[in-house]
């Protein structure tokens, strides 16, 4: 979970860049915990409200045993950081941090 800031450096920019956010959040995982009502400041009817609403914004990969232990594992687990780098740019791009 962000901190205050961060978080809401974070929603400004959901807002201000819904199109960018909709490419960047295809490796976010879902299922966590979010407000039940926008945050202040932020109108309720925005397209992108449920993702402004979020309290943290991860990514995680599935792999099994065999992919954990395989000669290729290195690539694979590469191949998932590739998958979330376009989340994890968003992310530091909301808050200033270099990419």
Same mark, same amino acid.
């Given at each position: 979970?962000? #901190? @205050?800031?961060?978080?809401?450096?974070? &929603?400004?920019?959901? +807002?201000?860049? %819904?199109?960018?956010?909709?490419?960047? !959040?295809?490796?976010?995982?879902?299922? #966590? @915990?979010?407000?039940?009502?926008?945050? &202040?400041?932020?109108? +309720?009817?925005? %397209?992108?409200?449920?993702?402004?609403? !979020?309290?943290?914004?991860?990514?995680?990969?599935?792999?099994?045993?065999?992919?954990?232990?395989?000669?290729?594992?290195?690539?694979?687990?590469?191949?998932?950081?590739?998958?979330?780098?376009?989340?994890?740019?968003?992310?530091?791009?909301?808050?200033?941090?270099?990419?």
């Amino acid at each position: 979970m962000p #901190e @205050a800031k961060a978080l809401q450096m974070i &929603r400004e920019h959901i +807002a201000d860049k %819904p199109e960018a956010w909709k490419k960047a !959040r295809q490796g976010l995982d879902h299922g #966590e @915990a979010s407000l039940k009502r926008p945050p &202040r400041g932020f109108d +309720a009817t925005h %397209p992108m409200i449920e993702d402004i609403k !979020r309290k943290s914004f991860t990514s995680s990969m599935k792999l099994t045993q065999k992919q954990v232990l395989g000669a290729d594992f290195m690539d694979t687990f590469i191949d998932g950081c590739r998958g979330i780098s376009p989340l994890m740019r968003f992310l530091a791009e909301s808050v200033g941090v270099p990419w």
